[in-house]
């Protein structure tokens, strides 16, 4: 059973400082991994998704790499913001087409 | 956009009372889940249905089943709520082949 884990469960950093967010899987036989972000009493809404055959993905401030063989995700957002704070979950999808998803980690960005 | 709408985003319930939480999605899309998201434990699968009227347990499906009678509509019950069905539910649609769920606003269930 894929066990997805993410360290630290809380981050608090000034504002203008690179956020790095750790998330590890337990099994490399993945499709995808994808991260979320879900502010307080809401949705999740996807940033990145990295295919299994991809490193890397970028989109704007935030990139995303992968390393299937070390089960391994990193989220870099780079000078952030007030506006960064919420949640990020990082979810792997497995071989049998189920998501399986961190506990996330709590971001706050101090102004 | 890809809409999925979840009827209610907060519900307060008595123990012993059955629940109906509903989700709406606009896309047409097969593939419809149900989660629940507790602290510290993230989300966690109840039950999906690949098509209408089609229907498979996740990982926690203890204390819930659900009804698939239209395509759009995919709806979670609690036959008789418990306190420790106290959680955020999560509604989440893709497309049959595709990768990526698109996921609800979320219901805030309290079982007192």
């Known amino acids: 059973k894929q066990e997805v884990t993410q360290i630290p469960a809380a981050l608090s950093v000034p504002e203008g400082e690179n956020l790095v967010l750790n998330c590890s899987f337990t099994?490399?036989?993945?499709?995808?991994l994808q991260w979320f972000r879900q502010d307080p009493g809401k949705g999740l809404t996807s940033l990145l998704l990295?295919?299994?055959?991809?490193r890397e993905q970028t989109s704007g401030r935030l990139n995303a790499s992968l390393d299937k063989s070390s089960g391994r995700s990193t989220l870099y957002i780079a000078a952030s913001q007030p506006g960064d704070s919420a949640t990020y979950l990082c979810?792997?999808?497995?071989?049998?087409?189920?998501?399986?998803f961190g506990a996330g980690t709590t971001v706050t960005v101090r102004a | 956009d890809v809409k999925v709408t979840q009827s209610s985003r907060y519900l307060v319930k008595r123990t012993g009372e059955k629940v109906f939480l509903e989700c709406v999605q606009d896309?047409?899309?097969?593939?419809m889940f149900w989660y629940r998201q507790d602290p510290g434990l993230g989300l966690r699968l109840i039950y999906f249905s690949y098509d209408v009227k089609m229907k498979e347990k996740g990982d926690i499906p203890e204390g819930y089943s659900v009804s698939r009678e239209k395509k759009e509509r995919f709806s979670l019950i609690l036959e008789s709520a418990s306190t420790n069905q106290t959680s955020m539910y999560l509604c989440a649609s893709k497309r049959q082949g595709e990768n990526i769920q698109y996921f609800g606003a979320g219901t805030r269930l309290s079982v007192l």
């Open positions: 979810a792997a999808l497995g071989a049998d087409y189920k998501l399986s």
């Open positions: 099994d490399s036989a993945i499709y995808n």
């Open positions: 990295i295919q299994s055959s991809q």
């Open positions: 896309m047409d899309h097969e593939n």
